[in-house]
């Protein structure tokens, strides 16, 4: 069944440890996003793929980092997790040229 | 900048019946489409409904429907027959094809479904 994971689902962690969270689509889409989501609910785009070796920054400036090697994954990287970066992190993706996103279960980071 | 607005932070609606929730936005943008989606307890981003701005008749899912106003800027989503599983903060948001197809989201309301 096409779809799209996001692992882990929950992560609590220390600060300074490095995370990568995974984003993964059987749906063959060549878009794909990142998400961030505020305790208050405001989602903010961070990160952006057209395909394969392209990565652009969205609109909210994340110390994050992303890369596309495979067209199905998407991973997010932050080096040196610190409590800000606690957040509800969402993972989408879509058609190329095609505007409806499909979203992933999400993964919610806490750093202590 | 492309905007959305939803003015309305909390709605309650008793289950069966019929609620309505607001959302206006701003645009430059000529073709666009606007969507809502639905954030359960789960938090899964889950689409109930998309609008094509050139398309002047209103879309309809099943108990969703949209009031879709292009020179008011406006897209109000009404959902019928509400249901306790409807209970959830609901998003509207709208897409900007010039920056690569990106959405843009309002900050949402979150729907109460009283039995």
């Known amino acids: 069944e096409a779809d799209i994971y996001q692992t882990p689902r929950y992560l609590v962690i220390g600060t300074g440890k490095k995370i990568t969270l995974e984003c993964s689509q059987t749906?063959?889409?060549?878009?794909m996003y990142w998400y961030q989501q505020d305790p208050g609910m405001e989602l903010h785009l961070i990160h952006y793929s057209y395909g394969v070796n392209s990565t652009e920054k969205g609109d909210l400036s994340s110390e994050s980092t992303v890369s596309r090697i495979r067209t199905e994954h998407f991973p997010l990287t932050l080096e040196s997790a610190r409590p800000s970066h606690t957040s509800q992190y969402l993972c989408?993706?879509?058609?190329?040229?095609?505007?409806?996103?499909?979203f992933g279960p999400g993964t919610r980071l806490t750093v202590l | 900048a492309q905007t959305v607005t939803q003015s309305q932070p909390e709605m309650s609606v008793q289950e069966a019946e019929t609620v309505t929730l607001s959302c206006t936005y701003d645009?430059?943008?000529?073709?666009?489409?606007l969507f809502w989606y639905k954030q359960p307890p789960s938090r899964q981003m889950i689409l109930v409904i998309r609008?094509?701005?050139?398309?002047?008749q209103n879309a309809t899912e099943n108990r969703f429907s949209v009031n879709f106003q292009k020179a008011a800027k406006s897209f109000s989503l009404k959902i019928s027959d509400s249901q306790l599983g409807d209970a959830a903060m609901y998003f509207c948001?709208?897409?900007?094809?010039?920056?690569?197809?990106?959405?843009?989201f309002g900050t949402g309301t979150r729907l109460a479904v009283r039995p």
């Open positions: 749906m063959g889409h060549d878009k």
């Open positions: 989408a993706s879509s058609h190329a040229g095609a505007a409806t996103q499909y």
């Open positions: 948001a709208s897409h900007k094809k010039s920056s690569g197809d990106k959405l843009t």
């Open positions: 645009t430059s943008e000529s073709d666009y489409y």
């Open positions: 609008q094509e701005a050139y398309k002047q």
